[in-house]
């Protein structure tokens, strides 16, 4: 179960929470409110050279640990609650802050540190989540955020106020949690910099893709499988420079009969890929919907376990799990499609929306 | 749900029950349908239908229900005779274990199109996801029947126990353009699938083979044919006109020798 749902904008023109919360809302018989969430991007444009820093503490005690923590490692510009409205249907367990902040002088100003700057960040984050009781980081990218909570995600948006941030890309997830607990830092969208994931289904890989993250310095500390998805995509795309496509050749390859068929060089190229990451496989039923600051992805299992939908019209582009989630808000569409197992649809920033065929 | 709000959702046209779906959540609109049944209705038309599951379920009878719309997972999921007409794509397992009666989708299916379907028939204008037709059975003259005008996934008819699929292959994607997807007929032990085209043998699923078409297999073909063409157009004998693969299954009793020392197994 679980409902899924993507708007994404190719002009990068910003628009209103609103229409995502009805994609949720559309999707509600596959989730229980035991999770949603949101991220949007572009929506703090003020402070876009900032890492917006998403925090949830349990008690103030969390919050002073993390801000002492804070203040010798980053240079926080701007710090505010999170503007929330009381939700009756959500126990408030949490105090959710945001930190906009820089990293120190000794890494900035040249540009080939932007590597180092981005890792000195999610050093940042993992040691909140592993060393910090009581603190959880939502979100770290720029220029974006994510909102969630324990709750139906029609819940969840007007507690955060959705509506009022305007993004040219939002994601969105409705929980059905199967196999981990549901809390505030298990629901979805799982974040680390810019990458943001929703996740139907079960990544039955986890161990597998866990130990091979763990050796590349990524710690899993959000007791589900989602979180290696967005380390994979961090790890193979940000730091190793792979393509969207060739990330998800890596990520769901093709069986070995099809490749064994497929003529010289792409033949080596994708057994290269295969045998590369065979640790990053990503085994199990799944749909999931991956953004950064310029791209929005959709992706299912090799053999279609979940589903996923999706669509264009004029300048957007919409994922969702349910084909009426995406027609509730913008019932006139050029084109919909469930793509193919296993081939990512891709859409970025001034360029055009794609199925990419792998399979 | 208050009687002013179902009164302001009920009209009639013609012969026709109409009901505005518009922003309904599944149980009030199929409480509604089961009521307006009640009240003498025999043809519906369900207008502003959104996503809204298991419209039409376990319905018993002779009606007519018109959809317009995306019709949600599971349409007509068990149901005992009813004609349902789709004038959109349906979501995933319409036909769902369905006895008798009829789905005509003017649009797309999704995966699992005729799940466990027991009986009657299923007309698709468009394409069809994965598992389309899996686990169809047959018993006596009750014998399901699917037929696709476009293209369909991986996994068609697996686990197939009985029925008929048919795939035209009609309209084509670019991103996938052969007939039908990979592990074709994966653990199939009863019934057939035709497809309309050349089929790679690499495509079989364990447990499935390919087997010539007899005139009986033709004269059935273009009786569905004819049908499929009553309610979405296009030329009979053209669309006869073409290479046909059929796919059956080895072995009715495949697994016969994993459980037990009988000679009969599959392979």
């Known amino acids: ?359 | 749900m208050a009687a002013t709000l179902e009164k302001a959702r009920v009209s009639k046209e013609g012969e026709f029950v109409v009901i505005d779906a518009k922003g309904m959540h599944y149980p009030e609109l199929n409480v509604l349908i089961e009521d307006v049944i009640n009240q003498g209705a025999k043809k519906l038309k369900l207008i502003n239908v959104n996503g809204q599951r298991f419209i039409a379920d376990g319905l018993r009878g002779d009606y007519y229900i018109e959809i317009h719309g995306v019709a949600g997972d599971d349409l007509g999921a068990f149901a005992n005779g009813p004609t349902i007409v789709v004038y959109g794509n349906v979501q995933d397992g319409a036909g769902n274990t369905m006895n008798a009666g009829k789905i005509i989708v003017h649009g797309d299916g999704t995966d699992i199109i005729g799940h466990s379907m027991r009986g009657g028939k299923v007309f698709v204008r468009g394409h069809v996801g994965y598992r389309v037709g899996i686990h169809m059975k047959e018993y006596k003259d009750q014998v399901p029947v699917l037929v696709i005008g476009g293209t369909a996934g991986d996994f068609l008819g697996e686990y197939m126990a009985g029925g008929r699929i048919i795939i035209l292959g009609l309209q084509r994607l670019e991103t996938y353009p052969e007939i039908v997807g990979d592990w074709l007929a994966t653990g199939i032990h009863g019934g057939a699938i035709y497809l309309r085209d050349e089929v790679d043998e690499d495509k079989l699923g364990y447990g499935a083979k390919f087997e010539e078409l007899t005139e009986e297999d033709l004269a059935f073909l273009r009786r569905e044919i004819e049908e499929f063409c009553s309610y979405f157009g296009g030329d009979v004998d053209e669309i006869m006109n073409a290479k046909f693969t059929k796919v059956v299954p080895l072995s009715h009793r495949p697994f016969a020798a994993m459980y037990s020392d009988s000679k009969e197994a599959g392979h």
């Open chain 1, 1 to 359: 179960m679980c409902g899924l749902g993507g708007i994404f904008n190719r002009d990068g023109k910003r628009i209103p929470g609103n229409d995502i919360i009805t994609m949720a809302r559309m999707m509600r018989d596959r989730y229980d409110g035991r999770g949603g969430g949101f991220a949007g991007y572009g929506i703090y444009p003020k402070y876009a050279e900032y890492y917006a820093l998403h925090l949830f503490f349990r008690d103030e005690e969390a919050k002073e640990a993390t801000e002492e923590f804070l203040k010798d490692r980053v240079a926080i510009i701007k710090d505010e609650e999170v503007p929330m409205r009381n939700v009756k249907e959500i126990p408030k367990e949490n105090i959710v802050w945001r930190y906009f902040v820089e990293v120190p002088h000794k890494f900035k100003s040249k540009k080939e540190y932007l590597a180092q700057e981005e890792d000195y960040i999610i050093d940042t984050v993992f040691t909140i989540n592993d060393e910090i009781d009581g603190a959880f980081v939502a979100s770290s990218g720029k220029n974006m955020g994510v909102f969630k909570a324990t709750g139906m995600p029609d819940d969840v948006g007007r507690m955060y106020k959705i509506e009022k941030y305007k993004a040219y890309c939002w994601i969105t997830h409705g929980r059905f949690p199967t196999n981990t607990p549901g809390w505030w830092g298990g629901a979805h969208p799982f974040n680390l910099l810019d990458w943001s994931v929703v996740h139907n289904g079960e990544i039955s890989s986890y161990g597998t893709n866990r130990r091979y993250l763990e050796a590349h310095g990524y710690k899993c500390r959000l007791l589900t499988d989602t979180e290696v998805v967005a380390y994979l995509f961090d790890l193979l795309v940000r730091k190793q420079g792979l393509s969207i496509r060739s990330a998800a050749i890596a990520l769901t390859p093709p069986f070995w009969k099809h490749i064994d068929k497929m003529p010289e060089p792409k033949r080596s190229i994708y057994t290269a890929l295969r045998m590369t990451y065979a640790p990053a496989m990503l085994n199990g039923p799944f749909a999931i919907i991956v953004a950064n600051r310029d791209t929005m992805v959709g992706l299912n299992d090799r053999i279609k376990l979940r589903p996923l939908i999706a669509a264009k019209s004029g300048d957007f582009v919409y994922i969702a799990s349910e084909e009426a989630a995406i027609r509730e808000v913008q019932p006139e569409l050029e084109k919909l499609w469930a793509p193919r197992a296993g081939n990512p649809v891709i859409a970025r920033l001034y360029d055009d929306v794609r199925e990419e065929v792998i399979h």
